[in-house]
């Protein structure tokens, strides 16, 4: 059974920034691309960021583009979100997915091709 732990979520003022962690168990965590997905109040659940297993291709929705940045250490099993110029849209709660190994549609934006989820971890962006 695989579980994603997160953390690193807060409060922060307009403008500040956060660097969210996801522990990952099990020993496969390199080998799965990975992904961020936020919620904010009354909304439906998005895509943030995803990362192949290296680490080597990375893709951002449009609205944090320039101010986050998705990254890896497949040697301690975690995946980070670093969110720069946070802004009060962003207030949401955080969710890092794993993606699963047998869809191969290409659509890393679509969180019904991630089988696996962490709780949540909540950041809010005071203006």
């Known amino acids: 059974q695989v579980q994603l732990?997160?953390?690193?979520?807060?409060?922060?003022?307009?403008?500040?920034?956060?660097?969210?962690s996801c522990a990952a168990s099990g020993r496969t965590f390199s080998s799965y691309v990975m992904g961020w997905f936020r919620q904010a109040p009354g909304k439906e659940r998005?895509?943030?960021?995803?990362?192949?297993?290296?680490?080597?291709?990375?893709?951002?929705a449009d609205s944090v583009?320039?101010?986050?940045?998705?990254?890896?250490?497949?040697?301690?099993?975690t995946l980070y979100l670093q969110m720069n110029s946070l802004r009060p849209e962003d207030t949401a709660v955080y969710y890092c997915a794993r993606k699963r190994?047998?869809?191969?549609?290409?659509r890393y934006y679509d969180?019904?091709?991630?089988?696996?989820?962490?709780?949540?971890t909540q950041v809010t962006v005071s203006s």
């Open 5 to 20: 732990v997160e953390s690193g979520g807060g409060l922060v003022q307009d403008g500040g920034s956060l660097r969210l």
């Open 46 to 60: 998005e895509f943030v960021a995803v990362i192949n297993w290296s680490g080597g291709y990375t893709s951002y």
């Open 65 to 77: 583009k320039g101010r986050f940045t998705i990254s890896r250490d497949n040697a301690k099993n």
């Open 101 to 106: 190994a047998t869809d191969s549609s290409g």
């Open 111 to 120: 969180q019904g091709t991630y089988d696996y989820w962490g709780q949540g």
